[in-house]
C-alpha cells in the first residue's frame, strides 16, 4: 500500500518522489545482498604480519624487447637509467617501501615489515608496483632513448615474496646481487669474444662452459686486457635505491616589494628522495652504515 493516499502502490498516482525513491533504493539493497555473496570468492590474500614484503618485477621477454631496440651488449646503461628511474617513480609514488634492488630487467621492492599499506593485500602491493612501473617505463622512455622510438608496449610480471627475518631480508637481496655478478661477468667475457675475437654465439658458449669466475677474469685480462674489477660499478652491482635528505635548489617567483617584482629567487630545500647507489650489498658494512633501512619505525 501507498502510505501517502491509501491505496495499492502499482495504482497509486500520488507517490511522492520520496516515497519512490525509497521504494526504489530498497529494491537496489535487495538486489545487492541478494548478489553480495559473490564477494567470498575473492581469496584472502593477506600478507603474514611482521614479515618483509617483497615485490620482484622482471621484464616480459626482454630478451626479444632488447634486440628490438638496439640495446647495447652486454648492457645498456641507458635501459639500466630508464628501469630506475621507474623504480625512483614507484617509491615515490606508492606508500612504505624502504629499499628497491635492480639489476638488468628486474626489480625487488621491500615494504617496511609493518607497513598496513592496503591491509597488507598481496595482490594490492603486486598490482600497484607493476602497473606503476609499467607506466613509468612507458612515460620516460623519450627521455632515455632520444633515437630510439619505442616499438611496442613492454610487459612486467611481477611475484610477492615474504620474508619473516632481517637475516632471510639480506639473504634475499645478496642472491639477487650474487646473480648480477654471475650474469654480468658471463656477459662480459661472453659478449667480448664474441665483438672482439668474431666468435659466434655458439662457439662462445662452448669456450665459456664449465670455466670458473677466475677463469672468466683471466680470459678478459689475457685477452681483451680487460681488469674486470675496473667495469662500471652499475654493471657489476646493480643498483640499490634508499632514501636519502637531499638538498634541493629551485627558483621561485618571490613577490614582494614593488621593485623587485618578477625577480626570482633561489630557494634551497630539503627532501628525502629515492637515491641510487651502486655499492655491495652482502657484506655488513652497508646495513651497518644505514640501520635505518630495517628500523621498525622509521
Ligand atoms: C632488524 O634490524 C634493525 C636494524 O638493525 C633493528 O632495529 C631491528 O630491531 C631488527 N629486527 C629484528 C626483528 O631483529
Ligand atoms: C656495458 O656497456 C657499455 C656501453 O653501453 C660499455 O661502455 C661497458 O663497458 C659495458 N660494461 C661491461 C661490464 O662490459
Ligand atoms: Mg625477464
Not at 634492488?101 to 598490482?127: H, L
Not at 616589494?257 to 626570482?264: D, V
Request: charged share 25%.
Amino acid at each position: 500500500m501507498c502510505a501517502s493516499c491509501n491505496v495499492k502502490v502499482r495504482n497509486c498516482l500520488g507517490v511522492t518522489s520520496v516515497i519512490l525513491r525509497r521504494f526504489l533504493s530498497l529494491g537496489v539493497t535487495m538486489a545487492k545482498s541478494k548478489f553480495e555473496y559473490v564477494r567470498d570468492f575473492e581469496a584472502d590474500d593477506t600478507c603474514l604480519a611482521h614479515c618483509w614484503v617483497v615485490v620482484r618485477l622482471d621484464g616480459r621477454n626482454f630478451h626479444r624487447f632488447a634486440e628490438k631496440h638496439n640495446f647495447a651488449k652486454p648492457n645498456d646503461s641507458r635501459a639500466l637509467h630508464l628501469m630506475t628511474k621507474c623504480a625512483q617513480t614507484v617509491m615515490e609514488e606508492l606508500d612504505d617501501i624502504v629499499i628497491a634492488y635492480g639489476q638488468s630487467d628486474e626489480y625487488s621492492f621491500v615494504f617496511k615489515r609493518k607497513s598496513n599499506w592496503f591491509k597488507r593485500r598481496a595482490s594490492k602491493f603486486m598490482t600497484h608496483v607493476a602497473s606503476q612501473f609499467a607506466s613509468s617505463y612507458v612515460f620516460y622512455w623519450r627521455y632515455y632513448f632520444e633515437d630510439q622510438p619505442l616499438l611496442y608496449p613492454p610487459g612486467f610480471d611481477g611475484r610477492v615474496v615474504l620474508y619473516p627475518t632481517n637475516q632471510t631480508l639480506k639473504d634475499y637481496l645478496s642472491w639477487r646481487q650474487a646473480d648480477c655478478h654471475i650474469n654480468n661477468l658471463y656477459n662480459t667475457v661472453f659478449w667480448a669474444l664474441i665483438q672482439k675475437s668474431g666468435l659466434t654465439p655458439i662457439q662462445a658458449q662452448g669456450r665459456l662452459q664449465g670455466t670458473l669466475a677466475a677463469d672468466k677474469n683471466e680470459i678478459l685480462f689475457s685477452e681483451f686486457n680487460v681488469n674486470y674489477n675496473h667495469e662500471p660499478l652499475m654493471y657489476r652491482k646493480g643498483t640499490v635505491l634508499i632514501w636519502q635528505k637531499v638538498d634541493e635548489v629551485t627558483t621561485k617567483e618571490v613577490k614582494l616589494p614593488a621593485e623587485m617584482e618578477g625577480r626570482k629567487m633561489a630557494v634551497t630545500r630539503t627532501r628525502t628522495k629515492p637515491v641510487p647507489f651502486h655499492c655491495d650489498i652482502i657484506g655488513d658494512a652497508f646495513w651497518k652504515k644505514h640501520p635505518e633501512i630495517l628500523d621498525e619505525d622509521s
